[in-house]
């Protein structure tokens, strides 16, 4: 029977959520109506091309086994909220906040870097949303995947908002599972 309602595949339904969840991302409705031409001068094709070039180059690099991500792409006063709930999803200002309460915390119950294994890049003017898995050996020899999707807004060629998503009881589950260690720090 049929409702009238066209059918979307896993592979539309993915771009489709994240996408609307950008234009619900608070603000935007209100940016696009009071500044119509600032908006039309920022928000171009071109201006989306280029961002989603800039991260993606950043995530060849880090899959190459490059580090140093967080500071190619995040500016150093970037809001990172980690969407969900539990003790670790919440917000963080700054990048270095950032990698001392969410990077660092991992990365020190690693025994090899976090890398993504392949990633998904979706464009819109200052928004770039990328969908990612990653993969690393935890420090007990026991593998840790995840997946995740980043929605970011970006200025001036660095990111200064993002909306992160990712499976928390996969990385709850590495925090609470192998003692810190300071040994292994840094951030991809």
Known sequence: MSTGVPHMSTHTALPAVLLAAVLWLPGAQAASVAAPAAAAQHDTPHM?????????????????????????????????????????????????ALV?????????????????????????????????????????????????????????DKVVEVNAFLDLPHYTDVLQRIPDTAARAGSP
């Open 48 to 96: 989306a091309a280029h961002n989603k070039q800039l991260v993606d180059i950043a995530f060849k690099q880090w899959a190459a086994g490059g580090s140093g991500l967080f500071d190619t792409l995040l500016a150093s006063d970037v809001t990172w909220t980690i969407e969900g709930s539990g003790p670790f999803a919440g917000t963080v200002h700054g990048r270095d």
């Open 100 to 156: 001392d309460k969410a990077v660092r915390p991992l990365a020190s119950r690693l025994s090899t870097p976090l890398r993504p294994l392949h990633w998904q890049l979706w464009a819109d003017g200052a928004h770039v949303i990328v969908q990612w898995e990653g993969a690393a050996t935890a420090r007990d020899g026991a593998p840790y995947r995840n997946r995740y999707a980043w929605i970011m807004r970006m200025r001036d």
